[in-house]
């Protein structure tokens, strides 16, 4: 895997604590660079923690409560705590209650004060924390949650944590605007002194949609979290709104994750439907730069399994993609807003452009920032990109991105010597062989070179 994302809805921070301190030590001890990204839980209507129950079964025609109460444990038999006091207010007799999205669906039949009493219509599992939304009349009921901040002071708190272990990316949940993102950032800048956390937005809601361009104009790259946007637009304009999302963030230069369901009976079963393989297949050929497993490396029973497949059907559709010479036709506008990033932007351009038509084997890009790896990214060449850099936290961050392979590398001004290094290192790994066409290009140099490793 490239990233590991810790989710703030489940375990506590001790426990994140564990798998980020986790991480850092393979990536020291086995030379990896996996990134990690806190995911933020955010303020929309969710389901308590079924009183430490790993799942619970509603079945049809049965009466649930769900309450703004607290209990003790044991909870109640058939009672679920919800986490938005407003709740018993807002919601009406006659109202659907769906349970993550419709893997269990409710109606209301009667309210009393807190308690909220509603019998299943579809039968399905409860899960801890799921994720709760009302529908009256065929809409998603919205006033329950436009009072709520998308930064709840739960989040405020994990991204604290997430500064002070030094997370690579914070991904912000249920995103309504671009001033959430901008004031998130500034925050950021102002706590971690000098760190380079990047803010990604996940697109989940309505009001994400209706606000798309500019809240992923003032993020560092987007995540298309399909699981709870299905559940506040219908089912059948997923897809489109995926696809969109994946094109205007390629357009403006951000990384882009496709997430959820991808292989969800995984989590229970060996192998994956040929519908998910299907649906995995589809956001490669959207060429989304990332694909995100959830549940099924999470809880599921078959991690590793999972993660093959998603990289065994990755790889043989973008394989697939070179063998039919299949250059999309998406027209990339320009994104430079100074003439020295102009001048990248174009030799990015012209090297992967040179790359498909020369049949290159590799790309290597020195760059400091990281800025240049990124726009030769955006072109999706159709050779291996090998990115150097001098930072640690560039190199991880890069790991979010489309085709790159990146190393961490002290270089020079002077070209040939960085060559002949990486030269050595890649040949040594086995990634590159002598007679091999490279095009090289330095956002120091501003320039394109083109040779056979010796």
């Not at 912000?172 to 000098?194: E, M, N, Q, T």
């Not at 390629?250 to 990384?255: D, F, G, I, W």
Request: net charge negative.
């Amino acid at each position: 895997m490239n990233v590991a994302r810790v989710n703030m809805c489940h375990g506590d921070r001790e426990w994140h604590r564990g798998v980020i301190r986790a991480v850092r030590r393979l990536n020291e001890e086995k030379g990896f660079a996996v990134a990690v990204m806190m995911d933020t839980e955010g303020s929309e209507i969710h389901m308590g923690d079924l009183g430490g129950a790993a799942s619970a079964k509603a079945e049809d025609g049965e009466v649930w409560t769900f309450s703004v109460r607290a209990f003790g444990l044991p909870l109640p038999e058939r009672t679920i705590n919800v986490n938005y006091d407003g709740f018993a207010e807002d919601v009406r007799v006659g109202d659907e209650l769906l349970v993550d999205g419709g893997m269990a669906r409710f109606e209301v039949i009667e309210k009393l004060g807190p308690d909220v009493k509603c019998r299943c219509t579809d039968p399905g599992l409860l899960l801890p924390r799921a994720n709760l939304t009302f529908w009256r009349d065929g809409s998603i009921v919205r006033e329950r949650n436009a009072m709520l901040p998308t930064i709840s002071s739960k989040d405020w708190l994990d991204i604290d944590f997430g500064i002070a272990e030094g997370v690579d990316f914070i991904a912000v949940s249920f995103v309504k605007s671009a001033d959430v993102i901008k004031h998130l950032k500034s925050y950021i800048a102002a706590r971690s002194r000098g760190s380079d956390i990047s803010v990604l937005a996940k697109i989940e809601s309505i009001d994400s949609l209706k606000n798309l361009e500019e809240i992923i104009r003032a993020s560092d790259g987007a995540m298309v979290a399909r699981g709870d946007m299905g559940a506040q637009v219908p089912l059948e304009q997923v897809p489109s709104i995926q696809q969109k999302v994946v094109q205007l963030c390629r357009q403006l230069n951000k990384p882009v994750i496709v997430a959820s369901q991808l292989l969800e009976s995984m989590i229970e079963y060996p192998t994956p439907t040929r519908a998910e393989v299907a649906d995995v297949s589809e956001a490669v050929r959207q060429r989304a730069d990332a694909l995100m497993l959830s549940g099924e490396s999470a809880m599921g029973r078959y991690p590793e399994k999972s993660l093959s497949v998603l990289r065994s059907v990755s790889l043989r559709i973008e394989k697939w993609w070179r063998e039919e010479k299949r250059h999309e036709a998406l027209e990339l506008q320009g994104v430079s807003s100074s003439f020295s990033d102009k001048i990248s932007e174009e030799i990015c351009n012209s090297a992967a452009k040179m790359a498909n038509g020369l049949g290159a084997d590799a790309v290597f890009v020195f760059t400091k920032t990281g800025h240049m790896a990124s726009l030769l990214s955006r072109c999706r060449p159709d050779c291996p990109v090998f990115a150097f850099t001098t930072s640690t936290s560039v190199r991880r961050r890069l790991n979010l991105q489309w085709g790159l392979i990146p190393f961490r590398l002290s270089f020079s001004d002077d070209m040939e010597s960085n060559l002949n290094r990486t030269f050595s290192l890649l040949k040594a790994r086995g990634m590159i062989q002598s007679g091999d066409l490279v095009i090289a290009l330095s956002d120091m140099l501003q320039s394109i070179q083109v040779m056979n490793v010796p």
